[in-house]
């Protein structure tokens, strides 16, 4: 979440509205007092995740979350966690 004056906002408006695009939430602040807060339409954030991120109990740069390294559920398994998904829907 990024936080931004609204002079600074009003100047720099299409700056702004192509990090929303992109999955960022924008907080406008009025003398350091958030006033509005600009959230891409694709992002229906429930909320109590609005509220953490209020608090500041949480950060969100709207983006997905990183790419985690593939584990093994039985440590003699040579299969990943996704092989063993895929292969049990089937």
């Avoid at 990090?19 to 939430?25: L, N, Q, Y």
Wanted: proline share 7%; glycine share 8%; hydrophobic share 30%.
């Amino acid at each position: 979440m990024e936080k931004v004056g609204v002079r600074e906002f009003k100047n720099h408006l299409g700056r702004y509205l192509k990090k929303v695009k992109a999955g960022t939430i924008v907080t406008i602040t009025d003398r350091n007092k958030p006033v509005a807060r600009l959230v891409p339409l694709s992002s229906q954030l429930p909320d109590k995740v609005n509220e953490m991120l209020e608090d500041g109990k949480a950060s969100w740069s709207g983006g997905k979350p990183g790419c985690i390294t593939p584990v093994s559920l039985q440590p003699h398994s040579e299969k990943t966690l996704g092989e063993m998904a895929v292969e049990d829907r089937r």
